[in-house]
C-alpha cells in the first residue's frame, strides 16, 4: 500500500505524462525500435571510441516501454530514469582503453488504460577494453572498437498480479563496444561530439518456464532456467549520442541514450525500449580540444 501510494504522486504522474509526450514513438514502438536498429546498425559499421580520461556522473530521463508476457500479455509505457557512473581510463601509451560502467535504471509504465503499473528496476554493470585510432581521416577524430563483458540484473513488479505479481531479469553476456569522438569548437568552447554503442553478442539469462510460478522454483523446480543467449533468441543494444562541452578541468555532458532489450523463449517474450535524455558532469585530466 506504501509503494503504490508512492508512486502515485501527482508530480510523478506528470512526469510521465511529458516525457511519454515528446517520446513516444507510437503505440508499441514500432518507429523507435526501428529508429535503434538503424542508429546501431550505423555505428556497428563505423567500429568508432574516445580515448580520455575522464570519470562521469550521469542522469537519464525520458520515455520508456516495457512489455513482459510473464505478467501481462499488454504493452506498458511511460517514465523512464536512470543513473550511471562512468570512468575511462587510456592505458599502454594510448593505444588502448578501457571503460567500466555501473548504473541502475527505473521504469514507471501504464497499461493503455492507465488503470494498472508496472515497475521494473535494473542493475547494470559493464566494461570494456578498445583498440584506440587517433587522427582518422582528420586530427580531430578519434576511433576505438574493442570486446565488452556485461552483467545486469533486476525485477518487474505488476500492481494487480495475485500469484505471479514479480518476475526476476538476470543475464550475462559478452559482446561488443566502439565509439567515436570528435574534438571540434563551439565558438571559443572546446566540445567533443561523443557516438558509443554495446552490443551483447552471446551469454546466458534467466527465464522461467510459460506460467511456470517462482513458488514452483523455490520447491525445487529449477528445469530449464538458465538459457544460452544470442542474436537468434536474446537482442540488446544500447548507443548515446551526444556532446561533452569542456569548461577547463569539468565538463558538461548532454546526449541522447537508447536501449533495447529482447527476448523470446518458454513461450515467453520481453521487448523493452527506452529514449532518454542524458545529462551528466565529469572531471578530467586532460583536454583533447586544444
Request: proline share 3%; net charge positive.
Amino acid at each position: 500500500m506504501i509503494l503504490r501510494l508512492f508512486f502515485h504522486i501527482v508530480c510523478f504522474k506528470r512526469l510521465s505524462g511529458l516525457f511519454k509526450l515528446f517520446f513516444n514513438p507510437g503505440r508499441g514502438c514500432t518507429h523507435g525500435i526501428s529508429f535503434t536498429l538503424l542508429c546501431c546498425l550505423v555505428c556497428c559499421g563505423v567500429t568508432a571510441g574516445a580515448q580520455e580520461r575522464m570519470t562521469v556522473i550521469a542522469v537519464d530521463a525520458g520515455y520508456a516501454s516495457v512489455h513482459d508476457s510473464y505478467l501481462t500479455p499488454i504493452t506498458y509505457d511511460g517514465l523512464d530514469l536512470g543513473l550511471s557512473l562512468e570512468a575511462t581510463r587510456p592505458i599502454n601509451s594510448d593505444r588502448w582503453l578501457w571503460q567500466l560502467t555501473v548504473g541502475a535504471d527505473y521504469n514507471y509504465v501504464e497499461n493503455p488504460s492507465q488503470n494498472n503499473d508496472l515497475h521494473k528496476l535494473m542493475g547494470d554493470l559493464a566494461f570494456n577494453m578498445q583498440r584506440c585510432w587517433q587522427g582518422v581521416m582528420t586530427p580531430k577524430l578519434n576511433l576505438s572498437v574493442g570486446p565488452m563483458a556485461q552483467l545486469r540484473a533486476g525485477i518487474v513488479y505488476n500492481e494487480v498480479n495475485s500469484n505471479n505479481p514479480v518476475t526476476v531479469r538476470a543475464h550475462a553476456n559478452l559482446g561488443a563496444a566502439a565509439a567515436a569522438c570528435f574534438n571540434t569548437r563551439l565558438w571559443r568552447l572546446p566540445v567533443t561530439l561523443h557516438y558509443q554503442v554495446q552490443l551483447p553478442v552471446a551469454g546466458v539469462f534467466f527465464a522461467p518456464e510459460y506460467d511456470e510460478s517462482y513458488y514452483e522454483i523455490y520447491l525445487g523446480n529449477h528445469k530449464n532456467l538458465a538459457h544460452l543467449g544470442w542474436w537468434g533468441n536474446r537482442l540488446d543494444m544500447t548507443h548515446y549520442l551526444g556532446a561533452d562541452l569542456h569548461l577547463g578541468k569539468t565538463t558538461l555532458r548532454i546526449g541522447y541514450r537508447s536501449r533495447l532489450e529482447h527476448w523470446n523463449v518458454n513461450h515467453l517474450k520481453v521487448h523493452d525500449v527506452t529514449h532518454s535524455l542524458v545529462l551528466g558532469v565529469s572531471f578530467s585530466n586532460n583536454n583533447n580540444n586544444k
